[in-house]
């Protein structure tokens, strides 16, 4: 992950590398932020907690694809072919 780049910025470096067919989509909204922090929060609970806890990620970023979460994006998903 390298933050800082631009959507136009990481089309012209897919460019240069010989990529095609380039999408950037936004993406980790509010949802996926809140999954990732409750996962990292338990990192040390006990297993129980954790499997509960488990299909939470995969749930936010199912959400996040239907449109339903909150806030900016901050993160980038590139989509490229090589030839």
Do not use: N, Q
């Amino acid at each position: 992950m390298r933050h800082g780049y631009s959507p136009g910025e990481l089309i012209a470096k897919c460019e240069r590398a010989g990529l095609h067919g380039i999408t950037v989509t936004p993406t980790a909204r509010g949802l996926v932020w809140l999954a990732k922090d409750l996962g990292d929060r338990l990192k040390t609970a006990s297993l129980k907690r954790r499997a509960v806890a488990a299909p939470l990620p995969a749930v936010a970023v199912r959400l996040e694809r239907w449109g339903i979460t909150w806030g900016a994006a901050r993160g980038l998903f590139v989509r490229a072919v090589r030839s």
